[in-house]
């Protein structure tokens, strides 16, 4: 059998120095190894080759001669007659600096034979056949960044959040972060604003870890007898991610219409004597833009989501804003809650394929599922979020699936299917079928049954 020995995905960030790993999973019998790696010089700059754990005691010999043409060799052996333990081994550590500039990038790190030939034997000095596998090193953008947010007519004229390597997601005192006092009183003509921790300590600057998922501040501003205006410049956003802006209420429940791309929206206004809480998120993925429309009528509805929402709670989802732009009054809502559209609970159909379908109540909403919502008033709900995955298929399992469409297609049509499309009529009070021929009639927002003979991905023909 051949001898797997693997080269290690890596991340470095632009201007830093990182490392790829070798290991080798050995099968007990190998004395020495020899290889070379490729790169590209114009992305990595070699280091240099240390001998990891697993090469304890082995002679390392290192030629890097070519290494400015992007290659280095790389030879291991252990005293004769010894061999590396059977498992897995890591071999050495090669470090590489990559390249400043902007931009995130990958980059194979190959092995090959030159300038030191790939061989591996055993004891006696045998060839034992080798299997590579090469590593691919992402060179990313600097995640160290901080964006200054400008404020008028407040206490301070700015506050600043941001990532920086060495800070923590806690307060670090006297380094990364700012503390803030509280908002002026209401009788002082400035207002006050700043960032908000769990812990309710507030920050005029607030720097967290560097990291590479969707990570969000919150910003209350509060406006006295002056309005404040919010404004940021763009061009401090890093590359390749994206900021939103997006306003809550007390109860950090999102607000939907509210969000805002912070790269082509670069402000915002706050009326005197209101109080504006904010959620900032910063996102290496997609901008989380995408609007859709969800019609309820008084009464069950059955409906899908076509987008996939930026906060998928469900009363982030299901809440809307009164008449004239202001709240419901308290108590004409689910339980005296402000701003909720349902009543009760909501719920989805539960099919794994195996067991028995059953619904089973749900706390949050994602895209291209079906959902039982009970509205006591017609209302329409805006949802913001993104483009869902897979959209131009529906995964179906055998038997009964509750589902929906990202976008108005078709009747669904193929043979795995048994009968009708169906959805409920909210104002017949029944389920009504979908035409065969229907163009167009598999509409988004709605929930469908639709019955599978077998576990398939239904092509929505877009």
């Known amino acids: 059998a051949a001898t797997p020995v693997v080269a290690a995905d890596a991340t470095i960030d632009r201007g830093q120095t990182g490392s790829v790993t070798v290991s080798m999973a050995a099968q007990g019998i190998e004395n020495a190894l020899g290889f070379s790696l490729s790169f590209d010089p114009a992305l990595l700059t070699y280091v240099s080759t240390t001998a990891a754990a697993g090469a304890a005691g082995a002679t390392l010999n290192v030629n890097d001669g070519q290494a400015a043409a992007g290659r280095v060799g790389i030879a291991l052996a252990r005293s004769a007659g010894q061999t590396f333990p059977a498992g897995a081994t890591e071999l050495v550590v090669i470090q590489f600096t990559a390249a400043a500039g902007t931009g995130t990038v990958t980059t194979p790190v190959a092995f090959g034979d030159a300038p030191i030939p790939r061989e591996i034997s055993d004891a006696t000095a045998n060839t034992v056949e080798g299997a590579y596998t090469n590593a691919t090193v992402t060179v990313r953008d600097n995640l160290d960044w901080l964006l200054t947010i400008a404020v008028s007519n407040a206490d301070k004229p700015d506050v600043q959040f941001g990532m920086q390597t060495g800070a923590t997601d806690g307060y670090d005192e006297g380094t990364f972060d700012l503390d803030s006092p509280e908002a002026p009183a209401p009788g002082v003509p400035q207002g006050g604003v700043y960032f908000v921790d769990a812990d309710d300590f507030l920050y005029r600057r607030d720097v967290r870890a560097p990291a590479e998922a969707a990570t969000t501040w919150n910003l209350e501003v509060v406006a006295n007898q002056l309005p404040m ?234």
């Not at 004597?273 to 069950?300: H, N, Q, R």
């Open 229 to 462: 205006t919010l404004s940021w410049n763009p061009a401090a956003i890093p590359s390749d991610w994206h900021f939103t802006m997006h306003e809550v209420n007390a109860g950090n429940a999102t607000i939907p219409g509210t969000l805002i791309d912070m790269a082509t929206t670069t402000t915002r206004e706050v009326a005197a004597l209101t109080v504006k809480y904010y959620v900032i998120t910063a996102s290496p993925d997609a901008p989380c833009a995408a609007t859709a429309e969800i019609e309820f009528a008084a009464g069950w509805n059955l409906i899908s989501l076509p987008i996939e929402p930026c906060n998928r709670a469900v009363d982030a989802v299901l809440w809307t804003q009164g008449r004239d732009g202001e709240e419901e009054e308290a108590g004409a809502m689910r339980d005296g809650r402000r701003g909720t559209i349902y009543t009760g609970a909501v719920w989805r159909f539960v099919n794994d394929g195996v067991n028995e379908g059953h619904y089973e109540q749900v706390t949050e909403l994602h895209a291209l599922v079906g959902y039982w919502v009970y509205a006591p008033a017609a209302v329409t709900v805006t949802v913001t979020g993104t483009a869902p995955a897979g959209r131009e298929s529906l995964a179906l399992n055998k038997g009964w699936n509750l589902v929906g469409p990202a976008e108005d297609v078709g009747t669904p049509q193929n043979a795995d299917l048994q009968g009708h499309a169906w959805w409920w009529d909210t104002a017949a009070g029944a389920y009504a079928a979908l035409d065969p021929a229907g163009v167009g009639a598999f509409k988004a927002g709605r929930g469908y049954w639709l019955f599978a003979k077998r576990a398939l991905n239904l092509d929505l023909g877009r």
